[in-house]
């Protein structure tokens, strides 16, 4: 018996995706081993490969001036390689835009290589975020080598309708949480990335889409593994990549193409967020959603009971209902219903009658 499941990472994967998965394990098209089994330089296992890079590229119409890479070591790798790369006695200063506790990290790893700036932040006095910026607030150092921000802010449940304009500066962006929740303009970004296990597949792999001149001007003086151009070079084969985690990866990519491509999905997500936060409205005066309106979140909704004895009763009851994974952040408490593309339009009707039941059997 599956559950409907709201985790926030790793997250819910779709069932024919691991139906597909299950099927194939044993025995890989014929082959008599399971893809995991194979020489990661052979044919079968190289057509999964770059299948899964195909059909990324397909959706979301990827520039021939841009690559897709696959890595290994999370977005928690990425906070340390993109300044690690980019980062330059030179160029030593990068803008980060903070919006949550991921960018907080990212800036971090960027203090090893250099002296990255705080170009804004949207803290609040009580240490939370509860919005993104405007265009209008941000202020980029014409000189920085890159600007980072994180597109959606999984723990605080923000995210940034549109991308921030940096003129002529790269702009680079965690992507973690909402990446493919609907098809965008990636000619915009120099680099951006996403551990598979919110939207992608499973934790393990990392995807990079990158512009291929940006990452040839990264760092020469760096370990060829920690090197962008040596993976882009070798089409992600330049060590054993995460063999598994990629062909599970193709297995969503494929999903979401039957489902009719990413405008399918952003519908279905457009639907859900619409659904939840109708809900949250409705009941205002119970649950209290305190983001920002703009900024709030299509993947992750964060909202409070009137008391956090109440909160634990809610996530408890909804377990017992079959929905699992409400429980907030250790960080910032309350309930979080994380709404990632394998997350049904009917699973949030589940839950948005299930929170109206609770609002007339609590309230
Ligand atoms: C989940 C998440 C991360 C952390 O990813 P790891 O794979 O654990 O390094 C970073 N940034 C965002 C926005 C996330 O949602």
Known sequence: ?????????PAAMPLPALERARDELLDFQGSGMSIMEHSHRGKVYEAVH???????????????????????????QQFAQVPMNFLTPAHPSADYFLTGGWSEKALEEA???????VAITTQGPDKRYTRVPTQAEL?????????HFTSNNTLFGTQWHTFPEVGDVPLVADMCSDFLWRKF????????????????????????????E????GRQDIPKVFRYSVHAENNSLYNTPPTLAIYLARNVLAWIRDLGGLDAVERRNREKAA?????????????????????????????????????????????KAGMAGLKGHRSVGGIRASLYNAVSVEDVRALVSFMDHFVKTHG
């Open 1 to 9: 018996m599956r559950v409907i499941n709201f985790n926030p990472g």
């Open 50 to 76: 770059d299948e899964a890079i195909a059909l990324l590229t397909q959706m979301l119409d990827i520039p021939a001036t841009h690559q897709v890479v696959f890595l290994t070591g999370g977005a928690h």
């Open 111 to 117: 203090r090893f290589y250099g002296t990255p700036r």
């Open 139 to 147: 202020r980029v150092d014409p000189s920085a080598a890159y600007v």
């Open 185 to 212: 303009d990636v000619s915009r970004f120099a680099l951006l990335y996403a551990g598979a296990q919110k939207n992608l597949g499973p934790s393990g792999v990392t995807v990079v889409v990158a512009s291929k």
């Open 214 to 217: 940006f990452m040839a001007r």
């Open 275 to 319: 659904l939840l936060y109708a809900a949250l409205d409705r009941h205002a005066g119970f649950y209290r959603a305190p983001v920002e309106r703009d900024s709030r979140s299509a993947m992750n909704a964060v909202f409070y009971l009137p008391t956090e004895a109440l909160d634990a009763t809610f996530a408890a009851e909804a377990l």
